[in-house]
């Protein structure tokens, strides 16, 4: 196979399996715009915190889905911790919301600063997927197994999702309370149970995405402005509140990033963003958002 | 002068005094380093600072649009600057950059771009409203640091410029002349921007802000005011950037980090996003804070190292008590004073900005209807 085509393949295959992190990332930011409106500017501080809860765990049970699961767990009481104490009391005065969860960003980064230093940390992958794949048409033959295993997790995580939203009371209620808040809770349904339980899935999603990502690329406490950004950016491309939204923008985002990166590198992120700004011009709401 | 212009202007004038006579007065309390410190670094910055977050206060009060991306237009205009006024040079990646020009004509430049780079970002985010725009903007303003940060080629990469010298010279050398540079544009911004909002512009940028469905069936361009508000903040938020970048001296991609872009938000709430004035005095007890950090200590933890902690529980603790951040709060201790005292009619409303539904923060005039001794004031006096 001539050296083009493998170089485009295997830059693909990166965008994709980017993609999938992306998503994993989105996927809680999305769900909990959607059903709460609650912009939740610390989506990147709760990652990083995840990543850490992670590294630490890994490191002292050396088990990886114990640290997966820790990341989700510890991150989504973290989660209630800060709706019920904050962010429910303010409900719908969403510009507020944005600023206490701004400030709160601000503090999670320099405590975790404080607590594990500015070096970057990774997380070794769970033995089975710790080698490469043999892939005839990448470059050199073979792929880190751990990235295919990121994309396996994705659409296990999208599955799942999808399963709780379509196929569960509670996923019943909440897209419900995505279409109608008021209506939902005339008809005698807790809402602020259901916003609870969304918040703190929508934050053990940061989490576990946090340990995913530490495991794929690395972890210091800066990197929450770029989990940030990359949540906006494929939210605001796939819709907000829409989860197959965030799919789709996942994969955009993901592959322009490494297509970008490889045959115009200086000039990845500039690409990224002329695509969101196109989405825009055509569809303000997001390639499968509902109309404001 | 009547008693009711003398409360008008008795404070404004008080405030402009204060900041004309404050350079000249420091040498007769410090030693000259110490003044030449808290003539740049703390009073220059301040009104720097300020204009930004003025840029982001007109565009919340008055657009109802919560834009992130102030920070960023200022770098924008600083690295435009940088271009402008460096000698012609070839970077490594072989592309020649820099045009040599005069400092004055260099700031005109990057004025210009400044206000068309915030109308591109208006014409990207004006068609979203309420919290997406604080997103979108947000997602922009991030976008562009990644861009300069990558960017070798005209933007330096993370090294950026060095050497570029405002028309006061280096400010170190010249202290004073800066700081008055830095506080004739803060006035004209300051004044311009409230002069705008009294005219037919400024009252149907208000009315789009209150109600765009509306102002659209009336048969304004809804659109195109929005483009034109960004258009001005990126302006004024371009000024910031020019003084800016002539106070460092330099400009690379921190500057426009995230954590610059959140300071300007968090100036602009601790100040009060309800009030013009509150940018300056939230920038000023912003590089307060900054700079007396290190000798905080609560409950025998010190803030020495933490300043970003210190700075992020203010916020919310502000954001979640003094939602008109402290001009507001000001505003209110002295309407409760003057009540006391027999002088207001009425018991101070606390104003929640904040609250304010879809992110629209409605500017609060403080000398219109709470002062007191309006005559035609519309709640009774109660006799005593």
Redesign the interface.
Same mark, same amino acid.
Do not use: C, H, K, W
């Given at each position: 196979m001539p050296k083009d085509v493998t170089d485009f393949l295997t830059v693909c295959l990166n965008g994709v399996t980017l993609a999938a992190l992306f998503f994993i990332v989105a996927s809680g930011f999305t769900l909990i715009f959607g059903l709460l409106r609650t912009t939740n500017m610390a989506h990147g501080s709760l990652y990083v915190l995840g990543a850490y809860v992670g590294v630490s765990i890994v490191s002292a049970t050396g088990d990886w889905f114990v640290g997966l699961a820790a990341g989700f767990v510890v991150v989504a009481l973290i989660g209630i911790a800060i709706h019920v104490g904050l962010l429910a009391r303010m409900a719908g005065q969403d510009l507020r919301q944005a600023l206490v969860t701004i400030g709160l960003a601000i503090i999670i980064a320099d405590l975790l600063l404080a607590h594990y230093g500015g070096i970057a940390y990774q997380i070794p992958p769970p033995d089975f997927v710790a080698g490469s794949v043999q892939i005839p048409w990448v470059v050199g033959g073979s792929y880190s197994a751990y990235r295919l295993f990121m994309v396996v997790i994705a659409v296990a995580l999208g599955g799942a999702l999808w399963l709780i939203l379509n196929r569960t009371r509670i996923g019943m209620y909440i897209r419900a309370g995505i279409d109608d808040r008021d209506m939902l809770s005339a008809l005698g349904v807790n809402v602020s149970r259901v916003f609870l339980f969304v918040f703190a899935l929508g934050a053990g999603l940061a989490g576990l995405s946090g340990v995913v990502g530490a495991t794929a690329l690395s972890i210091t406490p800066s990197e929450d402005g770029f989990i940030l950004l990359t949540s906006l950016v494929v939210v605001i491309v796939g819709g907000m509140g829409s989860l197959g939204g965030a799919a789709i923008g996942a994969l955009i985002i993901g592959l322009s990033e490494q297509i970008g990166l490889f045959y115009a590198p200086t000039y990845s992120i500039f690409i990224t963003f002329v695509i969101m700004a196109g989405v825009l011009a055509i569809r303000p709401q997001g390639l499968r958002g509902r109309p404001a | 002068m009547t008693a009711t212009a003398a409360r008008r202007w008795g404070l404004p004038l008080a405030g402009v005094t204060l900041l004309v006579v404050y350079p000249l007065i420091l040498p007769a309390l410090f030693n000259a380093n110490q003044a030449r410190y808290w003539t740049l670094s703390i009073g220059s910055q301040s009104l720097i600072l300020g204009i930004v977050a003025l840029s982001l206060v007109f565009m919340s009060g008055y657009g109802g649009m919560?834009s992130l991306a102030q920070a960023a237009l200022a770098g924008f205009a600083a690295y435009a600057v940088a271009l402008a006024s460096l000698l012609p040079s070839t970077n490594a990646t072989g592309a020649t950059i820099g045009l040599g020009l005069p400092a004055i004509p260099s700031a005109i430049i990057a004025l210009v771009l400044a206000t068309l780079a915030g109308a591109l970002v208006g014409a990207?985010a004006s !068609?979203?409203? *309420?919290?997406?725009f604080?997103?979108?903007t947000?997602?922009?303003a991030?976008?562009f640091f990644? @861009?300069v940060l990558? %960017?070798?080629?005209f933007f330096g990469g993370h090294i950026g410029f060095a050497g570029i010298v405002g028309p006061t010279g280096q400010p170190r050398q010249n202290p004073i002349a800066f700081y008055y540079m830095c506080l004739v544009v803060a006035i004209g911004a300051y004044l311009g921007l409230r002069y705008l909002v009294r005219t037919q512009l400024g009252l149907t940028f208000q009315g789009i802000r209150d109600n765009p469905r509306r102002m659209r069936a009336l048969g304004y361009r809804v659109t195109l005011h929005r483009v034109a508000i960004f258009a001005l903040g990126g302006f004024v938020a371009g000024l910031s950037g020019v003084l800016g970048v002539w106070y460092r001296g330099n400009i690379s991609p921190g500057v426009v980090? $995230?954590?610059r872009t =959140?300071d300007v938000?968090i100036i602009a @709430?601790i100040g009060g996003l309800g009030y013009p004035i509150g940018a300056f005095v939230g920038a000023f007890f912003f590089l307060i804070i900054d700079i007396f950090a290190s000798s905080v200590k609560v409950f025998g933890f010190s803030f020495d &190292? !933490?300043? %970003?902690?210190l =700075? *992020? $529980?203010g916020? @919310?603790v502000v954001? $979640?008590v003094a939602?008109d951040g402290l001009v507001g709060l000001a505003n209110r201790l002295w309407l409760s004073v003057a009540r006391r005292l027999g002088h207001a009619p009425s018991a101070p409303r606390a104003v929640d900005p904040?609250?304010? &539904?879809?992110?629209v @923060?409605p500017v609060i005039e403080i000398a219109s209807h709470d002062l007191p001794g309006r005559p035609e004031g519309d709640t009774p006096t109660p006799s005593p």
């Open positions: - | 919560v990207i !068609r979203s409203s *309420g919290i997406y604080l997103m979108l947000l997602a922009l991030v976008g990644y @861009v990558q %960017n070798y080629e980090d $995230l954590s =959140i938000l @709430v &190292e !933490r300043f %970003n902690t =700075i *992020g $529980l916020f @919310v954001v $979640l939602p904040l609250a304010a &539904e879809a992110g @923060v």
